[in-house]
Each structure stands twice: as C-alpha cells, then as structure tokens.
C-alpha cells in the first residue's frame, strides 16, 4: 500500500472531518398522545402511527 510523502497540515484535516458531526435526531410529537417519538416511526407509548393504529398495544397493568 503507498503511503503518503508529504504530512498534511491540520487546514486540510479540518476541512475533511468538517461533515463528520453527530447529528440531533428530529423528533415530533404523537398525534395520539403527545409522547415524543422519532419521525417516520411507530409510537412506543401507544402503538399509533399517522393516526392509524399500527402495534396492537397489550395493556398490562
């Protein structure tokens, strides 16, 4: 494998790694409850999914 001649400088580096960042999840509300859930996802809390009931919830209580 070749390995490079020159060092790169700390410029150069930089500017590679600028698109390498954690990114904040979107999250909305639930139509249904209210509870934050990730977009295009199905509620953990009640199961619902763009106002449609999407996982049967079993109510254990």
């Known amino acids: ?3 490079p001649k ?4 700390k410029q150069r580096r930089d500017k590679r790694r600028t ?3 954690a990114v904040v999840p979107t999250l909305s509300k639930c139509s249904n ?3 934050t859930v990730l977009y295009h996802r199905v ?10 009931l999407a996982v049967e919830k079993s109510a254990t209580a």
């Open 1 to 3: 494998m070749p390995n």
């Open 6 to 9: 020159r060092r790169h400088s």
């Open 19 to 21: 698109h390498d960042k």
């Open 33 to 35: 409850c209210n509870a």
């Open 43 to 52: 509620c953990p809390s009640c199961g619902y999914y763009r106002g449609k």
